[in-house]
């Protein structure tokens, strides 16, 4: 992972790949920067010659050149844009690309502990001061060193000691760019933190809104908004003070030089020991000075931010998922081959061929599971999520987990398709520890639908076939019919292309958990997690979705938490938990007599049922 | 951090986002007026600013025809003593130039921030309900933040660079008007080779940023929902649709880098034929004798400085671009109807009885799915009032609806026999006291979330009613006490400090009728005591309507109304209700079975 040691070594790493490109720009700049130099050297010798010529038919041939240079000159220029703001948009899209590719393998609890808005940041702002960097950089050092080097030795040749005067108030300009360059990334900052500020007020306001509205908070926040308004605004006026203040002594100090040569200089001119062209073009170059100068202090920020967006980056990029395939992998390799590693793996045939290719899940017996002795507790947590949790799932069979809010029901279902890995204990599918089992094989089987599925922004049949696009339409139907999703679809403008908003916001809670349910289907699985799938849909909903998938998945194993007492009593084995303990166990009739949990809900469903129908009586 | 939440909000602004429109300019102008004096200001410094840097190449010419070529120098030292002069006064203008645009631009804006503030707190709550809090945050802060630079560095500035190329304009021609034609006859071109650029640079643009804005919509997409890329095996797939849009958005980029790239230099190329010339036709005047060499340099040094306002206007267009395009998204939301606005003479109801009253009220969030249908209720004043029923009856709708967060489609609310419509929401939300489930703390300390930041509530006020409540030694358990600051959303505090505070906030209020939603997630027992002492305290002698999950709440109510999907069905009190074998008699014994079941059946 040490490459060079230092947080560029990632970029020059990409940049080392575009060498030819680079060199063709850097070439192409120079190239540029010299041939800038002509036109008022031209122009010098053109004045000089003035009063020896006698016709301006004489003067023809300085046009010709100057306009033949600047053409030349014009080649180059567009030759380096090009290439060097090509080079840094290339570079930002394999580094974009890198960070997706690693972002996609980071299991649960690294989302746990970095939100979704800080990693977009890191995506999208950090990128464009890396993308800046690239772009800027190596173009300021180039054409600072080589505008300042060359202008300086032809201003030497036109005049020494003019030059050495003109130089006079650079002392004061490099102080000048310490003391503000320090000032102005002080101030910058404490504009950055109250507009942090700032944003955290409409944030908060926003998100306490009821609150707001319900106790007439309204004069409240705007006083708290005013406030941080004020504090912004006060700290931009700030900035902009001593920005000010810096480009108006800038300004001075290039003005004082100018001062310098027009009267030294024309002291000379007059006295005959500068020519009036080599004023002139001594006064040109002078002026083309004055911004590699004015950029020294661009270049400095624009490395400091470019270096700390990198480091954010990399922060991210050198932290590894602790579930990962047991097999030997590549992850030590160096980012470049890993990338074109993970790159080479993305061949169409692994994916575009269906997931559920050839097995027919109706015959297909679904695996066993076997929780020994599990224990989880969640990284930023003290306590036990899980506690010895010990269970044996045969084959084909139907497991309903049930328990309070906060029992660890949803952390068991998530345990199999190693979304966690247990802190204690081991999980076995198929009698094989699933750690050794590659991720994608132990994957590949599992249907999963979540209590709160995230469902993508595409359309309907996307979000079906999410798990097997490859899959056909009449697969895609059948899926949609199981789930009963097959009703709502007709009323979708759309139908199938209905597009379904940001995580499907387009479609009731409900119908979300179908779409989800509908997807699991579609992979055909053996193994079919439901975390409390159904409870946005009414019992009677539930109980025919419910009976659906137990017949149409005969052999598949089934794991299903749910509230509901009517679900659970169709599974084989009821597995109560309480504060990530299992207590009780066994087949649902039996439960419902033993006195405990399952029985009270049992209880209460039933009376409930028999509320129902007292009601349909009544409106009767 | 905050700017990339909404990437996909960007995306559908983006497309919706026209790029130029006059009346969109008009609109943000009229953010102007207030500030006119400053603005005038502003631009006269500018102007002046602008003609003090033409200064320069003027005094350069007075030095070569009168001092240089007449070899005078007192007269020499005269021009530089000028020229310093022109700088020092150059160092003033520029200063009040950054200083004064900046000034000006952070004060437009305050109006433009509060004022979209204003519509935000105005908004009803429907409106919160479908609009994500990242793109009201990005709306209020950060398109603001472009508009901004749409004055400072757009508006201005190009205003200033037309007062430097008219400067210059009227300089040539006053020093000879001939040669001053040779420069404005290359003027064709550059306007020719902007519009070309601008056509092209506009377009190539927005590709960019709807490319961008589709690709980080689709990131953090695959952020949020990884754990489903992951079990469903899409890792390659999301993979290759992600390169695919990257490429895109890389070729876009790369496009509108070729289109600058041909730009720059071609106005270079023009510069030059413009310098020829006047060094071919200058030169040969001067030779002629018909012009002096200084106007020549000085025409030669102007030309230089012609140039820069093109290149700079090419630089600023996307500055530009973005700003519209922003403008258009902050004053869409300005334009967006406040959803239930006070009337325009609010009733002003004398009494403080406490008198409500439900008129066949029928409300849906959505249009169709119903979730009151029909309910009538009267509760009189002092009244306690326990609303049971199962989650989705309806129960928390009224809430909304007495507090006019909602109107109902059918029927109507009367709070102290007034339509809730008539009333202003400000008058009728301070008589109306909600305690909600799960209460919001600000950022800032215990206390000031107790009184919320009501300045005519005393710290010992606060503290005697947490005393009378019996909720002040809770709050002195908490480290800080009540100078503790409880920001973060109060993640230290536990849930039934969370209620106790929620409960001392209503008292404080003291609102005419309260309305309680009663928390469902359990407590220890000695918190839960606390918790039933303070309510008892709380409702005394208050017009009280209680969603009620506790059986002791229930018990001691006055009456019981029990709800199910969206009806009322029984009303009486317990003893009344439990002597007809009905739904209450049914959940009460329930209720008794699993006091457990009832709450996590209400907390989802």
Not at chain 1, 567 to 575: I, Q, Y
Not at chain 2, 225 to 254: H, K, S
Request: hydrophobic share 45%; glycine share 8%; charged share 20%.
């Amino acid at each position: 992972m040490n490459r060079g040691g230092s947080e560029f070594g990632r970029i020059i790493d990409y940049l080392k790949s575009y060498r030819r490109l680079i060199l063709w720009g850097v070439v192409s700049l120079m190239v540029t920067d010299v041939l800038a130099l002509i036109p008022p050297w031209l122009v010098k010798e053109a004045i000089d010659a003035l009063p020896s010529l006698s016709s301006g038919r004489q003067l023809l041939p300085y046009l010709l050149s100057i306009v033949l240079v600047v053409s030349g000159q014009a080649l180059f220029r567009f030759g380096w844009r090009n290439s060097l703001f090509g080079v840094s948009r290339r570079v930002e899209y394999h580094l974009r690309n890198e960070l997706f590719l690693h972002l996609q393998g980071m299991d649960r609890s690294f989302f746990l502990r970095r939100p979704v808005g800080d990693l977009m940041s890191r995506c999208t702002n950090d990128l464009v001061a890396i993308q800046e960097l690239i772009a800027f950089f190596g173009l300021l050092v180039v054409d600072s060193s080589l505008t300042i080097g060359t202008c300086l030795i032809l201003m030497a040749l036109i005049d020494l000691p003019l030059t050495l005067a003109s130089l006079a108030p650079l002392p004061f300009l490099s102080l000048c760019f310490l003391h503000f360059g320090r000032e102005v990334r002080r101030k910058s900052l404490e504009v950055q933190t109250e507009l942090a500020r700032l944003t955290d007020v409409v944030q908060e306001t926003v998100s306490g809104i009821r609150l707001v509205h319900s106790y007439a908070m309204e004069g409240v926040r705007r006083g708290v908004y005013g406030q941080a308004v004020k504090g912004y605004v006060g700290k931009n006026i700030d900035l902009a003070k001593t920005r000010g203040l810096f480009w108006a002594l800038l300004g001075l100090l290039t003005g004082t030089a100018a001062v310098i040569v027009l009267w030294m200089g024309g002291g000379r001119v007059l006295e005959g020991r500068l020519s009036l062209g080599g004023f002139v073009a001594f006064n040109t170059y002078l002026a083309m000075l004055s911004w590699p100068m004015m950029s020294l202090g661009f270049m400095v920020n624009l490395l400091q931010r470019g270096r700390a967006s990198l480091e954010r980056i990399e922060e991210i990029l050198s932290e590894t998922p602790s579930i990962v395939d047991a097999a030997p992998s590549s992850m030590n390799a160096p980012p470049s081959t890993r990338y074109s590693h993970t790159v080479a793996t993305t061949s169409p045939t692994s994916s575009t061929s269906p997931r559920a290719g050839g097995r027919d899940p109706a015959r297909d017996l679904g695996p066993s599971v076997h929780f020994d002795s599990v224990s989880f507790r969640y990284p930023a947590s003290d306590r036990w999520a899980l506690a010895e949790v010990t269970l044996k799932v045969h084959p084909g069979a139907r497991v309903g987990i049930t328990g309070p809010v906060g029992s660890g029901k949803s952390t068991l279902l998530e345990m199999i398709p190693r979304i966690h890995d247990p802190t204690r204990g081991s999980i076995a599918v198929d009698g094989r520890d699933i750690r050794e089992l590659p991720l994608k094989e132990l994957r590949r089987h599992i249907g999963w639908v979540a209590q709160e599925p995230f469902l993508f922004s595409d359309s309907i049949s996307d979000n079906v076939r999410f798990g097997a696009p490859g899959e056909a339409e009449d697969a895609m139907i059948r899926a949609v019919r199981m789930a009963r999703l097959d009703k709502d679809l007709d009323a979708f403008p759309d139908r199938w292309q209905t597009l379904i908003g940001e995580r499907g916001v387009m479609l009731s809670g409900g119908q979300r958990q179908r779409v989800a349910l509908a997807r699991a289907l579609m992979v055909a699985p053996r193994l079919l997690l439901l975390d409390d799938a159904f409870a946005h849909l009414d019992a009677e909903t539930e109980a025919e979705v419910m009976a659906n998938i137990l017949s149409a998945l005969p052999r598949a194993t089934i794991l299903f938490t749910s509230h509901r007492a009517s679900s659970l009593n169709k599974a084989d084995t009821v597995v109560v938990l309480a504060e990530g303990w299992v207590i009780e166990k066994g087949q649902p009739e039996m439960l419902a007599k033993a006195g405990g949990y399952f029985q009270r809900i049992s209880e209460q469903e039933e009376l409930m049922a028999e509320l129902a129908r007292l009601e349909k009586r009544g409106a009767r | 951090m905050r700017q990339a939440s909404d990437a996909s909000g960007i995306l559908e602004d983006e497309i919706r986002g026209r790029t130029y429109d006059i009346r969109l300019m008009t609109r943000l102008m009229g953010y102007l007026r207030p500030h006119v004096g400053l603005v005038l200001l502003c631009l006269a410094v500018l102007m002046v600013d602008s003609l003090l840097d033409l200064a320069g190449p003027y005094l350069t010419k007075v030095a070569i025809d009168d001092c240089i070529l007449r070899k005078d120098h007192s007269g020499l030292l005269q021009i530089a003593f000028l020229y310093m002069l022109a700088s020092i006064l150059g160092f003033a203008s520029q200063y009040l130039r950054v200083y004064l645009l900046q000034l000006t631009g952070q004060r437009v804006m305050i109006r433009l921030r509060m004022e979209v503030f204003d519509h935000i707190l105005r908004m009803s709550q429907s409106f919160f309900d479908r609009t994500p809090v990242g793109r009201l945050v990005t709306r209020a802060v950060q398109d603001i933040e472009v508009i901004n630079e749409l004055f400072t560095q757009g508006v201005i500035v190009i205003f200033g660079d037309l007062v430097t190329l008219s400067g210059i304009t009227v300089v040539l021609f006053w020093m000879d008007w001939r040669l001053a034609l040779v420069v404005l006859s290359v003027t064709p071109l550059v306007a020719v080779a902007m519009a070309l650029y601008r056509v092209r640079a506009r377009d190539a643009y927005r590709r960019v940023r709807l490319h961008l804005a589709r690709l980080n919509a689709y990131l953090q997409e695959n952020l949020s929902g990884a754990t489903t890329v992951q079990i469903f095996c899409r890792e390659e797939e999301n993979f290759r649709r992600f390169d695919t849009m990257n490429r895109e958005t890389r070729d876009q980029y790369l496009r509108s880098i070729r289109y600058s790239s041909l730009f720059f230099p071609c106005v270079e190329v023009i510069a030059a034929i413009c310098l020829g010339l006047i060094i071919w036709y200058g030169g040969g005047r001067v030779i002629q004798e018909e012009l002096l060499p200084g106007v020549l340099v000085a025409f030669i040094q102007y030309t230089k400085r012609f140039f820069q306002p093109v290149r700079d206007l090419a630089e600023k267009y996307n500055i530009l671009q973005g700003a519209m395009a922003a403008s258009e998204r902050v004053l869409g939301l300005l334009d967006t109807p406040e959803g239930l606005p006070d009337p325009p003479q609010p009733k002003r109801p004398g009494g403080r009885t406490g008198k409500v009253a439900f008129e066949d009220v029928w409300f849906a969030y959505n249009p169709g799915e119903w979730v009151l249908r029909g309910v009538n209720l009267e509760v009189t004043p002092g009244e306690t009032v326990a609303l049971v029923g199962a989650t989705g009856a309806g129960k928390s709708s009224l809430i909304g609806l007495m507090q006019r967060a909602y109107d109902p489609q059918r029927g109507r609310i009367k709070v102290e026999g007034t339509d809730v419509r008539l009333w202003s929401k400000e008058e009728l939300r301070r008589h109306v006291g909600v305690v909600p489930q799960d209460v919001f703390l600000f950022s800032g300390s215990l206390l000031e979330n107790l009184r919320l930041w009501d300045p005519r509530i005393s710290e010992d006020l606060v503290r005697e009613v947490a005393r009378s409540l019996g909720v002040e030694p809770l709050i002195l358990e908490i480290p800080g006490g009540y100078a503790a600051d409880v920001g973060e959303r109060g993640q230290n505090l536990s849930l039934g400090q969370r209620q106790l505070i929620a409960f001392a906030r209503a008292l404080l209020y003291d609102p005419a009728i309260l309305v309680l939603d009663e928390a469902t997630s359990s407590v220890d027992p000695a918190t839960e005591v606390l918790i039933r002492e303070a309510m008892r305290r709380l409702i005394k002698g208050r017009t009280s309507l209680i969603i009620a999950h506790r059986l002791s709440t229930i018990r001691d109510a006055d009456r019981i109304v029990v709800m199910q999907r969206g009806l009322i069905r029984e009303e009486g009190t317990h003893q009344e209700l439990m002597a007809i074998d009905g739904i209450y008699h049914r959940l009460y014994r329930m209720q008794q079975l699993v006091e457990v079941g009832g709450r996590h059946g209400a907390a989802q």
